[in-house]
């Protein structure tokens, strides 16, 4: 009997055992042997590929121009005050590290990008700030550093490439809360950014949209070179809904890097935030052990949500500032004004014993040069 229940008791922990490497091996997988990286200029960008190198993961670094630095004037670290110069001579210095000149707007340069790279770490974004002129300029939106071709057109042409290539499979892209339109920050963001918010909403659109490669997407909080640390991590999948919060460049770009490790963590799109001290996790592998495939349906009309949003806002704003530059032309140039007594129009009225037409006249003393202004106030 002893014998039988032993037996029993080894073959439970193998089939356990069994499992939990089953489990393991579907949620994890071994880190790429090398990955492209567009944006790797940026805050985030560059400690991303700092990370990578570290971690000895070659890369291919998207750049608009090449090395200018002299060698024996490369920085050995990178600053805040470090220049673009700086920060391109010292990137492609480091080991591993190859350059490709071009823009996301370059399908041929993006093939090259991807040459013999598993993966893309997508961590750009427009950077256009809208102009008065925009508002009457409808060509605006095909202007090559318009957010439309930056994040929306320039994520279908990284697919492309991607599809092109016989090597990368997974994609991870960075970009925001884009579900809440009225919000104040959707609304300034899209106002002075070239509707950047509505763009990159419709950039993961494109990425969910399509079967051939996978996705990660990570909507990040409030980044920064400082933020929370230790135990303050925090995930929800399926684009789930946190509360904005700082994090530093460093979790999310550990986060972009880790995510590519685990099978579970494409076709997903993560929110990460963090929370206080003791309330979260120290590192993103626990909470990416979890992560699901996006299973909910996305809204697809937020583009137009975004852009009612913004007209509205405009809308609102023009009004306040009439009225304010009113107020202001009362008080400062009203004094110099004559009035004038300005008789209103007859007007037909009627008693309620319909016996005819009574004439009605007044008068109303106002200001010659802003009439219209000073009735909207009073209403």
């Not at 439970?12 to 579907?26: F, K, P, S, Y």
């Not at 400690?47 to 890369?59: M, N, P, R, W, Y």
């Amino acid at each position: 009997m002893k014998i039988v229940s032993g037996y029993l008791c080894f073959c439970g922990v193998v089939l356990l055992c069994c499992m939990l490497e089953a489990t393991t091996a579907m949620s994890s997988r071994n880190p790429p042997q090398k990955v492209a990286v567009i944006g790797a200029t940026g805050r985030l960008g560059r400690i991303a590929v700092q990370q990578l190198v570290d971690q000895g993961i070659g890369c291919n670094l998207l750049m608009r121009s090449k090395p200018t630095v002299e060698l024996e004037e490369i920085p050995t670290a990178l600053t805040g005050d470090s220049t673009k110069e700086e920060v391109v001579a010292y990137l492609a210095s480091l080991e591993g590290v190859n350059i490709v000149q071009g823009d996301v707007g370059n399908v041929q340069a993006l093939e090259e990008l991807f040459a013999d790279c598993q993966a893309c770490l997508a961590l750009y974004g427009s950077t256009r700030r809208s102009v008065i002129s925009d508002i009457w300029n409808k060509e605006i939106e095909n202007d090559p550093t318009h957010a439309k071709q930056i994040n929306y057109q320039g994520v279908a042409n990284i697919l492309t490439a991607a599809k092109a290539s016989s090597s990368c499979r997974r994609i991870v892209r960075i970009t925001g809360k884009g579900e809440e339109p009225t919000s104040f920050f959707s609304v300034v963001i899209n106002m002075l950014g070239s509707m950047a918010k509505a763009w990159n909403y419709e950039g993961e659109r494109i990425l969910r949209g399509q079967k051939d490669i996978e996705y990660t997407i990570v909507r990040p909080g409030l980044m920064g070179e400082e933020g929370p640390e230790g135990k303050v991590l925090q995930l929800a999948d399926d684009g789930g809904d946190l509360k904005v919060a700082k994090i530093r460049y460093a979790d999310i770009a550990s986060l972009c890097i880790e995510s590519l490790k685990y099978e579970n963590a494409g076709r997903s799109t993560l929110t990460a935030m963090t929370v206080e001290e003791g309330n979260g996790a120290d590192s993103w592998a626990p909470l990416l052990e979890t992560v699901q495939h996006d299973r909910r349906e996305f809204p697809s009309d937020m583009l137009e949500q975004h852009k009612a949003a913004v007209k509205s806002a405009v809308i609102k704003l023009g009004a306040v500032t009439g009225v304010l530059f009113a107020v202001l032309v009362q008080f400062v140039v009203g004094p110099f004004f004559v009035e004038v007594p300005v008789p209103l129009k007859r007007t037909k009225t009627s008693d309620n014993n319909n016996k005819g037409l009574a004439p009605c006249y007044s008068t109303a003393h106002v200001r010659v040069m802003i009439i219209a202004v000073e009735k909207s106030l009073e209403k």
